[in-house]
């Protein structure tokens, strides 16, 4: 199976700043990945799917970019609702796999 | 609107069965590839299994933990997806979610979840 691995764990940032978020697959999953959102006692929300094409209702400072192993999640200005745990998973080949996450949290 | 409502959760004991429910409205479930997800208190998420549209073969695929004693099914009268759960461990323990992407609006969608705790 795939393995996904998000870097880093986590990642202290002030509102306001950027935050970059890494995760890399094992071998290529072409464009095939997703980014979620992911808030204490809440179901994961999707952000990112194609790994660079936004959701229905998501703001436009979330962005993803990538292909192949490599991919990015970039938020451009932190707000206080975007800390949060976050979560890529490909979608290329079953089963599907999640990375382990990469907790945002304020600096 | 769409929405996802999962029932069924609760406690049993190591080597028992379960039947987990999502209810789906504002979609028809065998026009679209389902799935269950899990996530164990305090860790990641995890993928189960999943069932392809109707127009896809409507077959299951699962993942290695759960193979051979999962069993997803849909009820297209009712319009749900199930979970049945045998010989259930205590490494099964978990928040279940069903979830669904649909390409007419762009987005997917998870239900809340049901919890379900495999204890003695």
């Known amino acids: 199976e795939i393995v996904m691995t998000q870097s880093p764990a986590t990642l202290s940032v002030s509102p306001g700043e950027r935050a970059t978020l890494s995760c890399r697959a094992s071998?290529?999953?072409?464009?095939?990945l997703v980014w979620y959102q992911q808030k204490p006692g809440q179901a994961p929300r999707l952000l990112i799917y194609?790994?660079?094409t936004r959701a229905t209702g998501i703001p436009a400072r979330f962005s993803g970019s990538g292909s192949g192993t490599e991919f990015t999640l970039t938020i451009s200005s932190l707000q206080s609702e975007d800390f949060a745990v976050y979560y890529c998973?490909?979608?290329?080949?079953?089963?599907?796999?999640f990375g382990q996450g990469t907790k945002l949290e304020i600096k | 609107e769409v929405q996802l409502v999962e029932s069924g959760g609760g406690l049993v004991k190591p080597g028992g069965s379960l039947r987990l429910s999502c209810a789906a409205s504002?979609?028809?479930?065998?026009?679209?590839?389902m799935q269950w997800a899990r996530q164990a208190p305090g860790k990641g998420l995890e993928w189960v299994g999943r069932?392809?549209?109707?127009?896809?073969?409507?077959?299951?695929d699962y993942t290695a933990p759960v193979k051979g004693r999962f069993t997803i099914s849909r009820d297209d009268s009712k319009n749900t997806l199930y979970l049945q759960m045998n010989s259930l461990q205590s490494e099964d323990t978990a928040v279940y979610y069903c979830?669904?992407?649909?390409?007419?609006?762009?987005?997917?969608?998870w239900g809340q979840g049901t919890l379900v705790t495999v204890s003695s």
């Open positions: 979830n669904t992407f649909l390409h007419e609006t762009k987005n997917a969608y």
């Open positions: 504002g979609f028809t479930v065998s026009n679209a590839w």
């Open positions: 069932i392809k549209s109707k127009t896809d073969g409507g077959t299951t």
């Open positions: 071998q290529s999953v072409s464009s095939n």
């Open positions: 194609d790994a660079s």
């Open positions: 998973q490909q979608y290329t080949t079953w089963p599907y796999t």
